[in-house]
């Protein structure tokens, strides 16, 4: 007969390792579709620079079918760490419970779990603020080519695209303060802070896009 403690260590364990394996098997390959995307974006961000009218136009067509992608990379990342988080939390309530009732013997396996999981709560916490630090990083970089584009429009044009990416900066520079506050919270505060965090940039992508169709239309 299996003791009670095995029983709850065994328990414990099986559900915490394969959750484990999951999401880190499923980070990495998230991880791969962003890096390849990103590599050439970043490619063809650089050959802008040389191209000719024509040619800028097909390259600026397939940088925005790549960010489409990259973009839906980064949101099932993004998707399945905050559902690995929920994972963990009710890992965490359910050894807490179990430890309320545990002997001795059983108290000393359930901490030793308990510490593995609140551990993993924390590398999984940080994979989130390090994917919106990258999200951030990439708009940085969005904002700066529609600053590019502006530039080449007539002065006549350039008060009101001016205007609109003052906004788009002014969003951009507030989601870049709430990441900050996010890399600092709690962990009572993480998850009402992260949804502002992405909150936050959505307001750049709303701003971003409403720039690049003023730029656009701007002549």
């Given at each position: 007969m299996i003791p009670?403690?095995?029983e709850a260590k065994d328990r414990v364990t099986v559900h915490f390792e394969a959750g484990k394996k999951a999401f880190h098997e499923?980070?990495?390959k998230a991880q791969s579709h962003i890096d390849v995307a990103t590599v050439e974006i970043n490619k063809l961000r650089g050959e802008l620079k040389t191209h000719a009218a024509e040619a800028k136009t097909k390259t600026m067509a397939h940088v925005d079918e790549l960010t489409k992608?990259?973009?839906a990379a980064r949101k099932e990342q993004q998707e399945k760490i905050e559902a690995r988080l929920k994972e963990l939390d009710a890992d965490i309530e359910s050894i807490n419970a179990e430890l309320k009732h545990a002997a001795v013997r059983e108290k000393a396996v359930l901490e030793a779990k308990a510490k593995a999981v609140r551990e993993e709560y924390d590398a999984t916490r940080r994979a989130l603020t390090a994917s919106l630090d990258a999200e951030i990083a990439e708009w940085k970089a969005r904002i700066s080519a529609a600053r590019e584009a502006a530039a080449e429009k007539k002065v006549a044009a350039q008060a009101d695209v001016h205007a609109k990416l003052a906004d788009l900066?002014?969003?951009y520079e507030a989601a870049e303060k709430k990441l900050h506050a996010l890399?600092?919270?709690s962990s009572a505060a993480f998850d009402?802070?992260?949804h502002g965090?992405?909150?936050a940039i959505a307001d750049?992508?709303?701003a971003a896009q409403q720039a690049r169709k003023d730029i656009a239309a701007a002549s």
């Open positions: 009670k403690h095995q499923a980070m990495e992608k990259l973009d900066n002014a969003k890399k600092q919270a009402e802070l992260q965090v992405r909150t750049v992508r709303t």
